[in-house]
Structures are given as C-alpha cells and as structure tokens.
Nanobody, 123 residues
C-alpha cells in the first residue's frame, strides 16, 4: 500500500525559508513525483516535479526560489523553499505518479497523494 506523509510546514515571515519533506512507503521503484499547493478559496496549483532520472521542473511562480529533490535510498521527496512570499501561503501536498516515470503531461491524474502540510507566510 502506497503512502505519502508530508512534514515540515509551519509559519514564517516573508523572506524566510522552510523545507518540506514527503516520506514514501509501500514502493521501491522510481516514479515522477511532485509538489502541489492549494490556497484557501483557490484552485490547486502545481509547484514542482522531479522524474525518475532527477530531471526537475518548476512553476514560474516559484522558479529560482524553490528546489525539489529526492533521496531514493530513503524514499523521500523534499522541497526547499527560500525567499517565501505571502502568496506562497497554502496547503502543500506531495504526489507520486501511479505508473509514469517521467513528468510529461498531466502525470498527477490518478496519482497517490499525501495528506498535506500547511505553509503560512506572513508579511
């Protein structure tokens, strides 16, 4: 049974940093994985993704500030968030593609999701 558990959220001031982690269990192969976020009253937004080979991509809104990485030995996905802004405030979720190893197209459809971790950035 695949499980994803996020941690590392919290409250910080604008300009601060947080590091989110997503611990995966129930699988050993590598898949496309990523981070999404949803602010209160808004639609969900894709943030970053990393494929089986470590190739990364980012939403324009976080490019240059966030870094996605994975530790395959520990089955852990991370998101280092620097220069945080109030508009980064949201619930952050990690996701793992069901079968896809690259991150092409809408890979998140039908994927596995964690329960989320809240990030709040105050001005």
């Amino acid at each position: 049974q695949v499980q994803l558990v996020e941690s590392g959220g919290g409250s910080v001031q604008s300009g601060g940093s947080l590091r989110l982690s997503c611990a995966g269990s129930g699988y050993t192969s590598r898949y496309c994985m990523g981070w999404f976020r949803q602010a209160a009253g808004k639609e969900g937004e894709w943030v970053a993704a990393i494929d089986r080979d470590g190739i990364t991509k980012y939403a324009d809104s976080v490019k240059g500030r966030f870094t996605i990485s994975q530790d395959n030995a520990k089955n852990t996905l991370s998101l280092q968030m620097n220069s945080l802004k109030p508009e980064d405030t949201a619930m952050y979720y990690c996701a793992r593609a069901t079968f896809q190893t690259n991150c092409a197209g809408a890979w998140w459809i039908g994927s596995y999701w964690g329960q989320g971790t809240q990030v709040t950035v105050s001005s």
